[in-house]
């Protein structure tokens, strides 16, 4: 029996060699170097696992911070951008419509894709059959919450959204000084994230259309929601990533707060006071027994329309975010949530300890479970920069008592956001529906 298991397991061994292997095909051309353009922090391990197994493609790794404004420039000058260009997700389309981006499909497939990333980053990573990059780190929604507030207040944590309601009035009443929850003013990804994460959206393309509908019943339903808490004084809007919410959050002024998977990086770093008090969960939801997420923020690497050499940029955006030796460093030394890849599954598990700055909660499984409920997706608008900043007027308009309802905000968000659709020339425009 033992000599049958033993060579079963050889069996599966050689099977999954060989899977792995068509994963990662050969570099046969000459020695080539590809620059990146990245702002995380410590992708040179991963560069130096990746020389290691493809020692005629050198990476150059450039951090110029978010370098939206540099790449901008090259694309318009029609020359100077990396092989290899980071890029969020709900600005990748904008990206992709500009034809900053060529396609990589020649060197990773679709089928290959999907077995990697799944269907859902397929939306992140591609438009119109064409794969121009892969993802890197997921932005799934966590709630962040103090479990010292928590403990103080006779708080319980939330798993449905009435439920959050109810404590937020709760803390409200017993210490009105203090936030249960600050919704950001502006940062229209946190508002889209949440209807996203109540398993709606708000736009997307399929077949060479764009569909908006802001107002479709999923996306009111948030909204009110907000709305209601907001309008009655519960919570408040605020400006986020400026010292006083980084404050805000290290002093305990702020009980919980709703953001991607990436934050628990971000709590340690801009809150370190805050030490042992964080703890993290998979946001609520308005029916447990359907649960969904969405995305706040994450990035994918894109190979330019400038590159020379797309394969050897191919087979290294690929390498990067997918093989387990990659995934290894990017976890422990960039700290970066990168669940989306499949192959994740093969290196979570060694992965997952106690963190000290969470209370010794394990974060990776939480991050992980809250990553997995993730089971719709769908296309950003092309014109995401005027998207963000019509809703920060608008938000401030609320703020300033020239909009008595919050919720009202939404259709006046679509309205503008129609209006610069047409702008900017978009004639492929589908009003008031949304594709499966």
């Given at each position: 029996m033992r000599k049958v298991c033993a060579a079963l397991l050889v069996v599966l061994l050689l099977s999954f060699g060989v899977a792995a292997a068509d994963y990662y095909p050969e570099y046969n051309g000459p020695p080539v170097e590809i620059t990146m353009w990245a702002w995380t922090s410590n992708e040179n391990?991963?560069?130096?696992?990746?020389?290691?197994?493809?020692p005629n493609i050198k990476v150059i790794w450039e951090d110029f911070g978010v370098h939206y404004e540099k790449a901008q420039t090259a694309l318009a000058a029609g020359s100077g951008l990396p092989d290899i260009l980071m890029v969020e997700y709900s600005f990748a389309p904008e990206y992709m419509d500009l034809g900053a981006f060529q396609p990589i499909n020649k060197w990773l497939d679709e089928e290959t894709f999907l077995k990697l990333y799944g269907e859902e980053a397929l939306g992140w990573c591609s438009m119109d059959g064409q794969i121009y990059g892969t993802p890197q780190d997921s932005g799934a929604i966590a709630l962040f919450y103090r479990q010292d507030l928590f403990d103080k207040y006779g708080l319980t944590v939330p798993t449905t959204w009435d439920e959050f309601a109810e404590q937020a009035r709760k803390f409200k009443a017993?210490?009105?000084d203090l936030e249960f929850n600050a919704p950001?003013?502006?940062?229209?990804?946190?508002?889209?994230?949440?209807?996203?994460?109540?398993?709606?959206?708000?736009?997307?393309?399929?077949?060479?259309n764009w569909y908006i509908d802001f107002t479709n019943p999923i996306a009111e339903k948030v909204f009110n929601f907000w709305g209601e808490l907001i309008d009655d004084g519960i919570i408040n809007v605020t400006m986020w990533w400026n010292a006083d919410w980084y404050n805000s959050l290290n002093m305990g002024t702020t009980a919980t707060v709703l953001n991607g998977c990436w934050f628990a990086e971000w709590l340690r770093y801009n809150a370190p006071d805050s030490e042992g008090q964080w703890r993290v969960i998979a946001p609520p939801n308005f029916d447990p027994s359907n649960p969904h997420n969405g995305m706040l923020g994450g990035s994918g690497f894109y190979v330019t329309a400038h590159s020379k050499n797309p394969e050897a940029a191919a087979i290294f955006v690929?390498?990067?975010?997918?093989?387990?030796?990659?995934?290894?460093?990017?976890?422990?030394?960039?700290?970066?949530?990168?669940?989306?890849?499949?192959?994740?599954?093969?290196?979570?598990?060694?992965?997952?300890?106690?963190?000290?700055?969470?209370g010794g909660q394990n974060i990776v499984?939480?991050?992980?479970?809250?990553?997995?409920?993730?089971?719709?997706?769908?296309?950003?608008?092309?014109?995401?920069?005027?998207?963000?900043?019509?809703?920060?007027?608008?938000?401030?308009?609320y703020v300033d008592g020239k909009i008595a309802r919050f919720a009202d905000i939404l259709p006046m968000w679509e309205e503008q956001v129609i209006g610069f659709m047409k702008e900017f020339g978009y004639t492929n425009v589908i009003i008031g529906e949304l594709p499966e």
């Amino acid at each position: 029996m033992r000599k049958v298991c033993a060579a079963l397991l050889v069996v599966l061994l050689l099977s999954f060699g060989v899977a792995a292997a068509d994963y990662y095909p050969e570099y046969n051309g000459p020695p080539v170097e590809i620059t990146m353009w990245a702002w995380t922090s410590n992708e040179n391990y991963s560069i130096e696992e990746f020389q290691k197994a493809y020692p005629n493609i050198k990476v150059i790794w450039e951090d110029f911070g978010v370098h939206y404004e540099k790449a901008q420039t090259a694309l318009a000058a029609g020359s100077g951008l990396p092989d290899i260009l980071m890029v969020e997700y709900s600005f990748a389309p904008e990206y992709m419509d500009l034809g900053a981006f060529q396609p990589i499909n020649k060197w990773l497939d679709e089928e290959t894709f999907l077995k990697l990333y799944g269907e859902e980053a397929l939306g992140w990573c591609s438009m119109d059959g064409q794969i121009y990059g892969t993802p890197q780190d997921s932005g799934a929604i966590a709630l962040f919450y103090r479990q010292d507030l928590f403990d103080k207040y006779g708080l319980t944590v939330p798993t449905t959204w009435d439920e959050f309601a109810e404590q937020a009035r709760k803390f409200k009443a017993a210490a009105p000084d203090l936030e249960f929850n600050a919704p950001p003013l502006g940062y229209a990804l946190w508002w889209v994230g949440l209807v996203w994460q109540s398993g709606g959206k708000m736009f997307d393309y399929h077949d060479g259309n764009w569909y908006i509908d802001f107002t479709n019943p999923i996306a009111e339903k948030v909204f009110n929601f907000w709305g209601e808490l907001i309008d009655d004084g519960i919570i408040n809007v605020t400006m986020w990533w400026n010292a006083d919410w980084y404050n805000s959050l290290n002093m305990g002024t702020t009980a919980t707060v709703l953001n991607g998977c990436w934050f628990a990086e971000w709590l340690r770093y801009n809150a370190p006071d805050s030490e042992g008090q964080w703890r993290v969960i998979a946001p609520p939801n308005f029916d447990p027994s359907n649960p969904h997420n969405g995305m706040l923020g994450g990035s994918g690497f894109y190979v330019t329309a400038h590159s020379k050499n797309p394969e050897a940029a191919a087979i290294f955006v690929n390498w990067l975010n997918s093989h387990p030796d990659s995934l290894r460093c990017l976890n422990q030394y960039s700290n970066l949530p990168i669940m989306v890849s499949k192959r994740y599954e093969e290196v979570v598990h060694e992965l997952a300890v106690e963190d000290s700055f969470f209370g010794g909660q394990n974060i990776v499984e939480e991050l992980w479970h809250a990553h997995n409920l993730i089971n719709t997706t769908f296309v950003g608008l092309p014109i995401w920069s005027n998207l963000d900043n019509a809703l920060s007027l608008l938000l401030q308009d609320y703020v300033d008592g020239k909009i008595a309802r919050f919720a009202d905000i939404l259709p006046m968000w679509e309205e503008q956001v129609i209006g610069f659709m047409k702008e900017f020339g978009y004639t492929n425009v589908i009003i008031g529906e949304l594709p499966e």
